[in-house]
């Protein structure tokens, strides 16, 4: 973590100065009459994309949400691996982490051959490849990732708090913006207080963007004229939050239980030590018929949960919190205001997220995951926008990256809540599915339920595989694998994936040729120079003449000799650069491999040792291109592709 840039501060350093915006509505718990972005719902998809927002200091946002104030018991629980990367970027991991469960190993139960009305154990696997990540799959109260946001948002420069009791009554967008009018706040929004001390009071906001992440019975897609669309599978299921004492062996381990005849478990422990979260399967519904119409309740849960479980007993002392479900999975055709034959002609200013344009099984873990990733996605592009560095027509790759991203995960999750569901075999029924299958579908999946199988598709925002074979481990369209590495500056061992934060600026990782050193007439030291000096550079076209010469492209360079074999004084400027009010000195651009542990980033991304390469990084750390190192015209082209000339 840096700090002390603009001068020593004392206090703790993660609460950020205050900005301009944040003196002048201090004390205000009006809602404001303009606002840039204007963000409905405070679940997992509006406090991403607030956080986000809130370190922009010229970006004005808003946050409103009808429920009284912050949420104390969420529903979903399961952060993959994926988000907790993510959430490094915004700083709380590390929070997470000592907090929550770990999900170190997954067992997997089925009935005894010999007493089938038993279950026993057959198979116990590690829940998260190796390798896969640095981060682990956890488990915590979707109230305490809440909580993390808003501690994000109220020590950003903004000082932003969500606008609670504040009900959507309707929203409008202004004609005359199809027709390239210049209306600089489209999206007129209305809505009514809900607070006993204003109940009834309407407000109009009137703002340049408005995203909708308020759920599955969502108001803003509503007034888009937009549905989620999709199946049932015709399946109830139950869950509880319980605190029980059993002697089920595997009570603190996730475990995948299927009984003969009973129907099956997904148990999850969760933080704490002692609460575990139960799914059970309950009966087959009729076609169209609803859950609700059962009269389902926890005692039946607690029932079903104990026949599975059958020779083991469990006796349930408390329920913290219970459901009962039905598995379905609904996909929205858009993520924004503007149909599918108008995008060439039309702007999008609305904008769905989360579980307003996509809904899931919540046995796999993907629901509140996938909806911060659409946050994260739409966040920096937004704030891009606003502040003039890329063109508005960027904004619809929003809907063309996620949708698409969406309609691969649901069919996944079809196919994962069908197979829990479905019948073992047996002599009576020998289309059923075996114990074993489950268990190898699992491990196939593990990328999905992780976070990281997401792909993007070439487009302006990613290049094409041309030089893919230069970095073979670090693909283009998916998240950059994070390695560990040695910083030159202080000999500090530090994961490479975490120089990037969720600032919004876009990251060149230079991985140097055999023998680099950045030497005058390197490779390194060439793109360091054109970075620095020539016209063309992305860097020098698109950043401010009085910004910091990494606010808007971040370059570092991954040098393949061990740390004490390089002197830091003979390093391009570029990568020393002068930042700050004072021109401090930044040290921290320059990382070298942990020769010591064995673990070295070259060989463990499929780096070319010989030639080295370029590795270009979104703001939401998705790997953007693969280039050579001296292919300076390409890194300049790609730039120039969705990218605005300072001003």
Known sequence: MQFHLNGFRTGDPGVSERSEQALSSSGSNSLPREVDVLIVGCGPAGLTLAAQLSAFPGIRTCIVDQKSGPLQLGQA???????????????FSERVLKESYWVNETSFWKPDDGNRENIVRHGRIEDVEDGLSEMPHVILNQARVHDFYLDVMRRSPNRLEPHYAQRLIDLEIDPAVSGGGAITHPVTVRLERLDPSHEGQVETV??????????????????????????????????????AVTDFPDIRLKALIQSAGEGSIVLIPREGGYLVRIYVELDKLAVNERVASRNITVDHLIAAAQRILNPYKLDVKEVAWWSVYEIGQRLCDKFDDVPEDEVRTRLPHVFIAGDACHTHS?????????????????????????????PPELLHSYSAERQAIARELIDFDREWA??????????????????????????????????????YRPSVLTGEATHQHLAKGLTIGMRFHSAPVIRLGDAKPVELGHAAKADGRWRIYAFAGAGDRAAPSSRLRALCDFLADSPASPVRKYTSADGDIDSVIDLRAIFQQAHRELAVESMPALLLPAKGRLGLRDYEKMFCPDLRSGRDVFDMRGIDRERGCMVVVRPDQYVAHVLPLDAHAELAAFFDGFMLPRV
């Open 418 to 455: 069908k197979m829990l569901s479905a019948p073992l075999k047996s002599e009576s029924n020998p289309d059923g599915v075996e114990p074993a299958e489950v268990q190898s579908y699992f491990v196939r999946s593990g990328r999905y339920t992780a976070g990281t199988a997401t792909r």
């Open 206 to 243: 009137k703002a340049r963007y408005v995203v909708g992440c308020d759920g599955a019975r969502s108001a803003v897609r509503k007034s888009l004229g937009r549905e989620l669309k999709g199946d049932s599978a015709n399946q109830a299921w139950g869950v509880m939050d319980v605190l």
């Open 77 to 91: 629980d399961g952060i993959a691996c994926r988000t907790l990367e993510m959430f490094e970027a915004f700083g």
């Open 362 to 390: 919540p046995k796999a873990g993907q629901g509140m995951n996938v909806s911060m990733q659409d946050a994260f996605n739409l966040g920096w592009k937004l704030a891009a926008v606003l502040q003039g560095r890329c």
